[in-house]
């Protein structure tokens, strides 16, 4: 047995297959894969990695198969696939997850591939465990899964506890103890058990609260803007393959930007965080369906048309429209009363955060400071968005800053 | 100046005014008055004191008044008025509230009468302050006063931080140096400057959470019912004034309640944990208007009702039923485009919490352990309560409720 | 099992016997209990109580009985013990307990009366344990009473950790996981192995650096030493006993002490903090070695001269001699290189800390503060203390403050 | 003003000088430059930066300036310092810089061409400062200078918790507050005023026993020691200069190792952590004085002679012979008595701490594992190593370290 200390939750212990599984390279690697990626230029102590989120994961596995008594090859299985169940990321995470996505039609979770390489497939053969199984595990499928990949799995309740402790924004502060004390399965689904609305809320409203301030802060998402133009263009303009640049370590991805020269002006401007500014910012309400809706394609062209006008090169303008919040229902199931219910049909927490969430959707588009003025006017134009709902940029927003929500 | 280690805060430095209000007896006596009351039944570590939530309030006023830039007589009066918030409250803070206040009319802010006690009043006027004025902005008057007593107030920052410190409970971690970063005045009124929408709410829900898992617990409530259940008996079948029961300390009124015979029992009870159990717990919807609405003399005569049947003592059976939820808008006011608005038109998870607050909502009969499943049966029968949204106590398990032990 | 929260463990989990014990009035009377006694005085946060600190070393004796695999009777047996380790403590914890030992022979670690009483001896029995047996666990016999007290014990891990969170002082902030990861058994004695001499050492450091800030502090040992005075008089003024007093919780303590004539000049001053003065303050080496070796009797009769010449009452001067530092070598035992080894012969450190005591050793004689002067003078005079080391008040020292260690 | 979040202190405004800075790319780099370099591959955690660091150290030196009372341009020279006192750091912090030294003659604090880049220099002459007298404070110049650099420099207290809080080793939990409100000037010394012996221990205290469980742990010290075998190849292999290594960031130091030919074996280790072992552990006084005096060329014909003898690469064998203890007396000092003293005369703690210094002293030789038996016996024999003080690799008990997974 081996004794990790974490700055969150003390002492790990980590033994058998998990122990084996450690020294893979593809386990070593999540050492250079930042968790929250671009976030760094906002919360300059979010510099925690991949590596230790996924101990984190494996730690809280583990106390979960302690209070579901779960045994044997199933315990094992768990364990691996916790410890594993982000070997897929890319360099700096989510960041550039879309781009390798539409070349490669793969998400951080599918590991299949991965999986089956030698080191990694050898070992989890030599504890009995099957690597296709683990993969399966990893994204979410069968009883167990759900405990990895699902509405309540040990994922969340690490990432929001770690991402608080390193960003500072306290937000994130769960009881995950006795979220895990709370689960049980009931008809084969994963639940928290009677009493436990709060703890469930707890946690949605842990996330909603972190989303705006943390994971979709404006600043963040100016600089994944850019660092996925970037990405884009390395894949167009060089011989690298989408499955290579996957395979890459955060180091190797800005050394490449730095060195191929369609992409080396975004890296120095990532290095010296001369992040582009909002021309253009704007609440769901405000942007017409069909540019909410645009394609990849479409959203380039617009993009060089805006460019055109600015007399400026294509990459310097991004516009940046997230997915229209699905609004599915929140699938977390609690027991009240002897029976298993729909968290959100006994919270009206819970459906509040639904509408939130369409609430804080905002589309950005972004360039360089010095033509923010003219590019928000002339986006705002082209893209029919109405000026009630919006704002273009006037003024300088503060480089290295968490303080500014709306500006 | 003096500088003091808190548990919360690390060091807070007092000086002028409020280092000499430190020293009159009418602060020193808040270090024996507990800050959460019977909470301490559930949570063993709640045992912080009125002292030193004032002097968190004291030292966050402090840092409000900075970032407000308030300069003169307005900062000493606000110092002063922090520090002394508190010193009306009675033995074991809001437990025996009510009862103390039917009979002097008086709540735990009405502190006229206190603060003109010489030696406050000399030291407040010592330094060029009227104890008439420091009184006004204790229960919220002026401009000033919200600071002090307002939907924004640091009053309720200290406690939220401390409460979770405290008991362990993690949901009141909201970021209070955020909030007083964001305060300001805008025609008159404190309220969050732009880009405070997601503080703002933090703060409602932080003590939306913290409310049926502290504050609201069930075995609090039980203990506290007891308790008052007690002070009501005392100022009965003694000639204790309920003046000088507002003015003990948590020590002196356990001492008189173990020593007055028609209270011994009760004493006893709570010296060693032993509480009355639920024997009927009802939601909202469940309870007939009429017995919401009932009266002091008409919830003691259902009491001695239940009593005469159960042929027990009256002081066996306690009907506990929580003021109805007065939806009351938020007054939270932020700044959005450059406008005063009210959070709850900004923020659906506001209004969410307006509904979730009557939807914790739940009355109560409480009685010793042995007689609980008769009581609830006979109780709800009287009482005309819907069996759908209630229980008896034979179905043990609690609604919403963190572990409770020896209930 | 009973699930508590703590605010320092987090969650704790009560079951079997310790479950049973908890119900009992013996443990349920340590809520009353304060863990620092007057050290309130200086740390204002510091409102702990015996009973939160005593599941705290049930929680921790418990994950040492999982690393030493202790099974069957021995568990219970320990846990039993652990959790009534504190039971004996007078109010005030150690704060009167050499007045009580004088009369009763008695200190806290002698429960064997306490544990014979009904309810919890008849509960021990019933999980088959033997009280007496127990008793004797809680004062350090046999192997396993090391866990419980000795030089590795959990108490003492339990209580720096605990004592920094609600002090504020980050001192005692230990590793006690690894500690108790660490913790073996070696030809009977509890030992740490190997790779745990820098472990070892930072439990007494923490506890070296804790003890000048917190536990002896001169505030904190100034109302200490009041309070002592007081309860002398008051087991001399009226027909209290000793056992009885022994027994009261801080409530009836205080209570009792304002009430009774002799004692309420000193119960006042403690409400209302207006604590004595250091009149005299002296190290060891300018304290004449009979001064150090005065007996009970001698010390009084000192004492009542000095308030002969001061023309006050003999209530109103103390004379405070701890007692001098024993010196006796650390017995922390570590494995180095495969032998049990002397923590004194492996670390510089513990050597330095030995030395360290005697240089923190104070003599104070403490009176009212406008005595303080004249009695400074008196006093040097009559003991025969050097002047170069020690100090007669010239000045007011702070009310309420931690940041004076020498003045 | 910016407000930017820091999980260590809070918030942190940042403003004029300091502010302009932030923005310059030397400072932007130390984003991507680790604070503790390998410290990475024992606490998994530890993925803080000096760019955090800068920014703590410049919030405590404008706490220290608010104590000291310091105005008008001392103040912006001294938060200039502050900011700036890391940026001479080559990639991964103190690890490669004795490599860096000896070719280029600087050390970290070597800041003078630096700061003399455009960036910097305008921005500091435009605040009205000189880059010269900044870079001088960076060294400890000046009575200012020692707040950045000196015995009692806030750059150590932010160190100690930020790699406390990162680590999760909670051994550097100082009370830096105190520290910092404890700071005075007598006669252009920095001291620590009356009743603070106590304070200065701790933070001496702190830093030893971080050291051996942090800093000095020992496989952070075998990868520290490959990393500088690289780095030393690379110049000597590559037309890479020691200036340019100097100026990479983790980033490129790490892609640049796994590029060249000469260097990509050892890069491939640490990527994977597929670390040496220890061969040989030897402490002081097992150690011949000719083999702690070894020059650098001589250490490097012992590697050779030891790798000749294995039949394998001189890259794979690695002494590693840390600097002899200078055991100065720390010239810390602090008023006792109204006179400047030694902290070393005032504490016997600080003279154990110098001793436990070379107690902790440990020689090492690191090869691959599979060659650790062998090369722990014949380097032993050459180096005439005593075997009492000392193990080779087949004992396979650490000494003073913590739990090294991977090793």
């Not at 010296?272 to 069909?290: G, N, Q």
């Amino acid at each position: 047995m081996t004794v990790i200390k974490d700055s969150v939750h003390n002492h790990i212990n980590v033994k058998g297959v998990a122990r084996a599984l450690l020294d893979t390279p593809a386990m070593q690697r999540l050492r250079r894969i930042s968790q929250l990626g671009t976030v760094q230029f906002v919360y300059p102590s979010a510099n925690h990695s991949r590596f230790e989120h996924s101990l984190g994961v494996y730690h809280l596995v583990t106390k979960a198969i302690d209070t579901l008594d779960i045994q044997g090859i199933q315990m094992k299985r768990l364990q691996a696939a916790a410890l594993l169940h982000d070997i897929g990321h890319g360099p700096y995470s989510h960041n550039i997850e879309l781009v390798t996505h539409r070349y490669t039609g793969k998400y951080h979770d599918d590991v299949d591939e991965i999986i089956h390489t030698e080191s990694i497939s050898d070992t989890l053969r030599e504890y009995g465990l099957d690597p296709t199984h683990i993969a399966n595990l990893i994204t979410g499928d069968e009883t167990y899964g759900q405990l990895i990949a699902g509405e309540l799995d040990v994922d969340r309740m690490d990432y929001l506890v770690r991402d608080a402790h390193h960003t500072g924004v306290p937000y994130g502060t769960i009881d995950h103890e006795r979220l895990i004390n709370g689960l049980t399965f009931a008809d084969g689904e994963l639940v928290l058990g009677a009493g436990n609305v709060q703890t469930a809320e707890s946690l949605l409203v842990a996330r909603a609260l972190m989303n705006p301030v943390v994971y979709q802060h404006h600043v963040a998402r100016i600089a994944k803007a850019m660092l996925r133009q970037a990405a884009e263009r390395l894949l167009k303009e060089t011989d690298i393959s989408a499955t290579e640049l996957r395979r890459m370590d955060d180091y190797e991805l800005f050394v490449t930007l730095r060195k191929v020269s369609e992409t080396k002006r975004l890296a120095k401007r990532l290095d010296e965080r001369r992040l582009f500014k909002r021309a253009m910012w704007a609440e769901f309400s405000a942007v017409p369906p069909r540019v909410r809706e645009m394609s990849y394609e479409e959203l380039r062209e617009a993009e060089a048309e805006i460019a055109t006008q600015l007399e400026t090169d294509p990459t310097s303008v991004i516009i940046d429209v997230p997915p229209t919040p699905t609004m599915t229902e929140s699938t977390s199931r609690v027991i009240v009363s002897g029976e298993i219910r729909q968290l959100s049909d006994e919270s009206p927490l819970v459906s509040a955060l639904r509408t939130a969430q369409k609430q804080q959707w905002r589309m950005g588009v972004y360039v360089p400071a010095k033509m923010a003025a003219e590019a928000g006017a002339y986006a705002t134009n082209l893209l029919g968005i109405e000026e009630d709902g919006s704002f273009i940029t006037e003024y300088e927003t503060p480089l290295t800053t968490l303080d500014d929500f709306t500006t």
